[in-house]
């Protein structure tokens, strides 16, 4: 069974910057189509970002774009969410997840197969 495990939640103040990781061993990693989902308090999981096997196609949602970047190193088998100018309505448990098998469809969230724990991040005023 895949486990994937973030890192790289914390306290950051808005306007500041977090690097999230999320580790996924395990051969099927480098052909996954990898995402990152978000949930606030008292609202759905919603899509924050998607990067292909190749980490030549990236998605973002509209309300992260131009601030997050996605990224994976398929070598280390870790996919990397970078957040700058961070505001606190990106406060949220990140989770990481696995889609592995086409076709897919980077926002629809039923269609991974495989999600981590989560790790919060809390963005401060």
């Not at 970078?82 to 592995?100: F, G, H, I, R």
Request: aromatic share 14%.
């Amino acid at each position: 069974q895949v486990q994937l495990v973030e890192s790289g939640g914390g306290l950051v103040q808005a306007g500041g910057s977090l690097r999230l990781s999320c580790l996924a061993p395990g051969r099927t990693f480098s052909s996954s189509l990898m995402g990152w989902f978000r949930q606030a308090p008292g609202k759905e999981r919603e899509f924050v970002a998607a990067v292909s096997w190749s980490g030549a196609n990236t998605y973002y949602a509209d309300s992260v774009k131009g601030r997050f970047t996605i990224s994976r190193d398929n070598a280390k088998n870790t996919v990397y969410l970078q957040m700058n100018s961070l505001k606190p309505e990106d406060t949220a448990v990140y989770y990481c997840a696995a889609d592995l098998r086409p076709p897919y469809y980077y926002s629809d969230q039923t269609r991974y197969d495989y999600w981590g724990q989560g790790t919060q991040v809390t963005v401060s005023s």
